[in-house]
Structure formats: C-alpha cells, structure tokens
Nanobody, 121 residues
Framework: QVQLVESGGGLVQAGGSLRLSCAAS????????MGWYRQAPGKQRELVAG???????NYADSVKGRFTISRGNAKNRVYLQMNDLKSEDTAVYYC???????????????WGQGTQVTVSS
C-alpha cells in the first residue's frame, strides 16, 4: 500500500502565501503522477495542479501564475507553493498520486487525508 501525508495547510489572509507538502511512503515501485486537488463546500473536487514523473506540469486556469507545483529530489514528495491567495482558494486540498505498488501491478490511484486551506478576505 501507498500512504500520502499532507502538511502545510492553515489560515492566511488574502494576498498571502502557503506551501503544501505531500510525502508518499510504503510499497512503491514507481510514481507516475502526483497532483493536488481541492474541494470547497458544495463543490466538486477539482484538479489544481499536477506533475508527471518527467516533470511535465499542468494547472487549473484559476491558479496559473499564482501556484507552482514541484517534486522533491527523491521523487516521492510533491509541493504546492501558493502565492497571492484569494478567498476562492479556500478548500480542503488533497494530495493525489498514481503509483505502482508492486512489480507487475498496474498503476493505482491514492489519496491523502486532506489539509484545510482557509483564505480570509
């Protein structure tokens, strides 16, 4: 099994910054993709940013130019630097990974427990 543990959420004023971290551990052969999703009350979970094993990134239009996703040197960590935060960024942020847990296993989807980000206006 693969476990994802997030950290770095909290309360911040509009215009401020936060950095989210996610560490993957457990039985991991490879990680193909890591990303951050968010879910605000009453809304569907949406992709915020993602990064592939070779470093390709993609972002939701609403965060382009403000958020930056990156992976650690060990490739089992992913970070989300969030700048110029807005009230509409308030949500629970979830770490996501597409990982191969064992040889000859398909890639499976894993989720962290979520971390709350609240932006006050």
């Amino acid at each position: 099994q693969v476990q994802l543990v997030e950290s770095g959420g909290g309360l911040v004023q509009a215009g401020g910054s936060l950095r989210l971290s996610c560490a993957a551990s457990g039985s991991i052969v490879s990680i193909d993709f890591m990303g951050w999703y968010r879910q605000a009350p009453g809304k569907q979970r949406e992709l915020v940013a993602g990064i592939t094993s070779v470093g390709f990134t993609n972002y939701a239009d609403s965060v382009k130019g403000r958020f930056t996703i990156s992976r650690g040197n060990a490739k089992n960590r992913v970070y989300l630097q969030m700048n110029d935060l807005k009230s509409e960024d308030t949500a629970v942020y979830y770490c996501n990974a597409n990982a191969v847990p064992a040889l000859q296993s398909p890639s499976l989807v894993y989720w962290g427990q979520g971390t709350q980000v609240t932006v006050s206006s």
